[in-house]
């Protein structure tokens, strides 16, 4: 009984291509996309007229996978991006081989800088799509 394995985390995004091609950026392959609509993501997200198109994202590992949704229909709630704070989801953590190589490929500015911990890692927070805050980590 209990947990398998995590399947997937799956994220609201305004721009489905946007998000498609920062997170092909970081390494991740495209596993596939559909629309969704229907009884059943009515009754599964409890929402009223759903369309949607999703795709399916795998870390190079394929050990992971994003969700990623874009909702066309009831249409999406913008919201300013949340705090480093802020309840619920806090951030996206990904292990890379360098740093500064990855938020130059991504055209990204870290958050506040790049921290390092101890002789251990370095660590930078970034904003990617809609505002999802990001983590990339280098072990040292």
């Known amino acids: 009984m209990g947990i398998k394995r995590l399947d997937n985390i799956a994220i609201v995004v305004e721009s489905l291509d946007e998000a498609i091609s920062f997170f092909e950026l970081l390494g991740m392959k495209l596993h596939g996309r ?9 009754i ?11 795709a ?13 949704s874009q909702y066309l229909n009831p249409p999406p709630i913008a919201q300013q991006p949340p705090a480093q704070n802020a309840l619920g989801v806090h951030r996206l953590m990904f292990n890379v ?5 990855t938020l130059a ?3 990204a ?4 800088g790049i921290a390092q911990y ?14 999802i805050i990001l983590a990339l980590a280098q072990d040292i």
């Open 109 to 112: 500015e870290p958050i506040n």
């Open 105 to 107: 490929d991504l055209g």
């Open 56 to 68: 399916v994202l795998e870390t190079p590992d394929g050990h992971s996978r994003i969700e990623l």
């Open 44 to 54: 599964a997200v409890e929402l009223e007229g759903i369309k949607s198109e999703i």
């Open 118 to 131: 101890q002789e251990t890692y370095r660590l930078s927070y970034l904003r990617g799509p809609s505002g």
């Open 97 to 101: 081989d360098d740093i500064d190589q």
């Open 34 to 42: 559909a629309f969704i609509e229907g009884d059943f993501a009515d």
